[in-house]
């Protein structure tokens, strides 16, 4: 395993110590690397968002192809003995 070695403000790691204490994480090493997990997770999940919105820009979609759920959708609306 890797060692990353940094220097935090003194109410981080006070803040940090506090969720150790509460139990929300076992030790100083295991939040950093939870919030380090979160941050990688969050950056790769909107790359991916920004790649699927770039694809739909660049090739819409047509009626044809995403029109045929709205004519399902009512039937299964009309469908429905309310």
Known sequence: MTQIVTRVPEDLAQGVD????????ASRSAAVRLGLQHLV???RRQRIGSSIVEGYVRHPQTDAEVGWTDTATAE???EEPW
Do not use: E, F, K, P
Request: charged residues 15%; without cysteine; aromatic residues 0%.
């Open 18 to 25: 506090d969720l150790v204490a509460s139990g929300m994480v």
């Open 41 to 43: 997770d969050h950056h």
């Open 76 to 78: 299964m609306i009309a």
